[in-house]
């Protein structure tokens, strides 16, 4: 059964600062990996999708990787905003194909002003 | 930009009340994904469609939910009789067949009371 961990659970970090946020998973043989934001009371936003052939994706500030292998995806926030704050989230499909998504909890996001 | 389109926003309802959430996907979306998000934990699939068909609903307690999505399109869940623990927020989100990229709804929050 995938299982999909995330640390750290919450990161308060001061703005213009790198950050990098962590995603484990315990089946390696994943379709891709996708990476949310959820802002309090919201649904859920599509930032970054990895297929498994791909080592990495940017989008913006944003640049995630994957290593299949060690069964481990990053999230790299570069100069960090107040507008960053949200909760993040990864998940993976069960299988291949249209299939739904194991989530992390998520990690808890407040950069300070 | 397209969007899943989720009604109502925001639901208080009394205990053993029967409750009912709407959502229409992306048009063209073939697969429907409805999912139930506790405060702090990540989403859990509760059942999802293939067009009109359900696909896994091994999730759902189908004592008390239903879901249907007739034409194939938009889908309804319903929830009779509401329990307190059914408070959260519950999420439809749909994927283009066959990539298995998920964009999700603002959710509806629930509140049973």
């Known amino acids: 059964k995938q299982e999909v961990t995330q640390i750290p659970a919450a990161l308060s970090v001061p703005e213009g600062e790198n950050l990098v946020l962590n995603c484990s998973f315990t089946d390696s043989a994943i379709y891709n990996l996708q990476w949310f934001r959820q802002d309090p009371g919201k649904g859920l936003t599509s930032l970054l999708l990895i297929q498994s052939s791909q080592r990495e994706q940017t989008s913006g500030r944003l640049n995630a990787s994957l290593d299949k292998s060690s069964g481990r995806s990053t999230l790299y926030i570069a100069a960090s905003q107040p507008g960053d704050s949200a909760t993040y989230l990864c998940a993976v499909p069960v299988h291949s194909g249209n299939t739904p998504l194991v989530f992390g909890k998520g990690t808890r996001l407040s950069v300070i002003a | 930009e397209a969007e899943v389109a989720q009604s109502p926003r925001y639901k208080i309802t009394e205990k053993s009340q029967a409750v009912a959430f709407w959502c229409d996907p992306i048009?063209?979306?073939?697969?429907l994904y409805w999912y139930r998000q506790i405060l702090g934990q990540g989403p859990e699939l509760l059942v999802q469609f293939q067009d009109e068909s359900v696909v896994d609903d091994s999730q759902l307690p189908k004592d008390r939910f239903s879901a249907e999505r007739l034409k194939g399109v938009d889908s309804t869940l319903k929830i009779q009789p509401a329990e307190l623990g059914d408070s959260a927020m519950y999420l439809c989100?749909?994927?283009?067949?066959?990539?298995?990229?998920?964009?999700f709804g603002q959710g509806t929050r629930l509140t049973v009371v």
């Open positions: 048009s063209g979306h073939a697969t």
């Open positions: 989100a749909s994927s283009p067949p066959p990539n298995t990229e998920a964009f």
